[in-house]
C-alpha cells in the first residue's frame, strides 16, 4: 500500500459556505412563519442540520504532520497541506507525524563474532515518509521502529569482533564509519516496510561486558607495551646505527668488532632503558 493525495479543500473559504447556508437556512425558516408555509420550515431545518453536519468535516493539519483518511474502513488518502482544511465529514482522520526523531535504545548484552560477550547500544534518526504504509502495514509503527532498531543492532554486533586482530578487518571499535553505515543499512532494510526513512544510525555505547572486562583491559595494555617497546627498540637501533656511522665518517675513533660490540649493547641499554642511567668510567681496557 502506497500514499496518495487525498482529498480536502481549503478550510477559510469553506467557513463562509457554511455561514451561507445558515443565514438561508433562517430565511426559510423565517418564510415559513410569516407565510405558514410548513414546507418552507422543514427545509430551513434540514438546512441547518446540514450545516451543522458540514461542521464535521473541518480539521487542523500542524507543520511537519499529515492527517490520513479512512472512509468507512478504507483508505481515502493522505492531506499534507498545513492551515484549516475541509473534507468529506464521513472521513475519519488520524495524524501521523512527519518530524525527524530518534531514540536511544537500551544496552543490549551480545557476542561479538569472536564470542566475546560486550555491551553495546546505539541512537537511531528517523522519520516516517510513507503515511500509508506506516499506519496500515504495521501495527504500532513506532513500537515496531524501537523493536528492529534493537534487532538489526544484535545482528550487526555479532558480524564483526569488537577488536581489530588483522590489519584491515573492520571492527566495531575501530572502524566507525563502516559499522555506522552497516548498522543504518540493517535498520532500514527491516523498517521498509512501515514506511519509515532512517537517516542516521550511530553506536553510542561500546563495552566490554562486565564479566570480562578486566582481562581484556590486560590484553590491551600488555599490546600497548609490546607496540611501545617496538617502537623504542626501533628508534634505539637506528640511532645507534648513525652513531657508528658518524664516528667512521668523520673518524673520530677506530674501533674493531669487539668494540663496536661492546659500545651497541651499551647504547641499547641505555636507549631502551626504563630508568635513566648511572654512567660508570671504564678505567681499563676490553683486554685486560
Known amino acids: 500500500m502506497n500514499e496518495r493525495a487525498g482529498f480536502s479543500v481549503a478550510g477559510i473559504p469553506f467557513i463562509f459556505v457554511c455561514l451561507l447556508l445558515a443565514l438561508l437556512g433562517l430565511a426559510c425558516e423565517g418564510g415559513a412563519a410569516l407565510s405558514g408555509y410548513s414546507a418552507l420550515g422543514v427545509l430551513g431545518v434540514i ?10 468535516g473541518f480539521f487542523q493539519v500542524a507543520p511537519n504532520e499529515a492527517q490520513v483518511q479512512q472512509l468507512f474502513g478504507k483508505y481515502a488518502g493522505t492531506v499534507r ?68 532498531s534493537e534487532s538489526a543492532l544484535r545482528q550487526m554486533a555479532q558480524s564483526y569482533p569488537y577488536d581489530g586482530h588483522e590489519d584491515g578487518k573492520p571492527s ?55 607496540a611501545a617497546r617496538e617502537r623504542i627498540v626501533q628508534g ?35 636507549l631502551c632503558g626504563e630508568r635513566g642511567t648511572q654512567p660508570v668510567l671504564n678505567t681499563g681496557t676490553l683486554y685486560n
Not at 188 to 195: D, F, I, N, S, V
Not at 254 to 266: G, P
Request: proline letters at 2%; glycine letters at 4%.
Open 236 to 270: 634505539a637501533v637506528g640511532m645507534v646505527a648513525m652513531a657508528l656511522e658518524k664516528l667512521r665518517a668523520e673518524g673520530v675513533v677506530e674501533l674493531d668488532e669487539e668494540r663496536k660490540a661492546a659500545m651497541v649493547s651499551n647504547l641499547l641499554v641505555v
Open 81 to 148: 497541506q498545513e492551515g484549516l482544511r475541509w473534507t468529506n465529514p464521513f472521513y475519519s482522520r488520524r495524524p501521523v507525524s512527519l518530524r525527524v526523531r530518534n531514540f536511544e535504545s537500551g544496552k543490549l548484552k551480545v557476542n561479538d563474532s569472536d564470542g566475546n560477550p560486550i555491551e553495546i547500544a546505539a541512537v537511531v534518526v528517523w522519520q516516517v515518509m510513507d503515511t500509508a504504509e506506516a499506519v496500515f502495514c504495521v501495527d504500532n509503527y513506532e513500537n515496531f521502529v524501537h523493536i528492529q
Open 47 to 56: 438546512i441547518h442540520l446540514l450545516t451543522l453536519w458540514s461542521l464535521k
Open 172 to 226: 566495531l571499535r575501530s572502524h566507525g564509519e563502516e559499522i555506522n553505515n552497516h548498522l543504518r543499512d540493517e535498520i532500514q532494510a527491516r523498517l521498509g516496510k512501515a514506511g519509515v526513512q532512517v537517516t542516521e544510525a550511530r553506536i553510542s555505547h561500546l563495552a566490554y561486558a562486565q564479566e570480562i572486562a578486566q582481562a581484556m583491559l590486560q590484553r590491551q595494555q600488555a599490546s600497548a607495551i609490546v
